[in-house]
């Protein structure tokens, strides 16, 4: 699958998603255009998945018409996310058309 990678997305998160081509929105250009124009840009460059650290995008976004996946971690620790990495992995193996995924990141004390 073609999975783009959001500002904020832990970039060592890459080397764990080796059967998938990776890039980031700042490797295509992307970094500064708003979050709509990013899902746009994303499906007409056939990303197949965007994983963000936006918590927010589904309240600022009618994500109903797109033709992308979405998986949200809930932070951008790299820390904290690595401790979930199976979870995350399965969120994007498993991710679908038009699909919505949270992944919960606990807080590590």
Do not use: C
Not at 94 to 102: L, V
Request: charged share 20%.
């Amino acid at each position: 699958m073609r999975v783009l990678f959001d500002q904020g997305t832990p970039v060592p998160l890459r080397h764990h998603l080796s059967e998938h081509r990776v890039s980031t929105a700042h490797e295509m250009g992307w970094s500064n255009i708003e979050n709509g124009e990013l899902l746009r840009q994303a499906e007409n460059h056939g990303f197949e998945v965007l994983v963000t650290t936006d918590t927010n995008l589904k309240h600022q976004q009618n994500l109903a018409s797109r033709r992308i996946a979405i998986v949200v971690l809930g932070t951008t620790s790299w820390p904290r996310i690595r401790r979930v990495l199976p979870d995350i992995l399965n969120a994007i193996d498993n991710a679908h058309f038009e699909g919505y995924t949270e992944v919960p990141v606990p807080y590590i004390r």
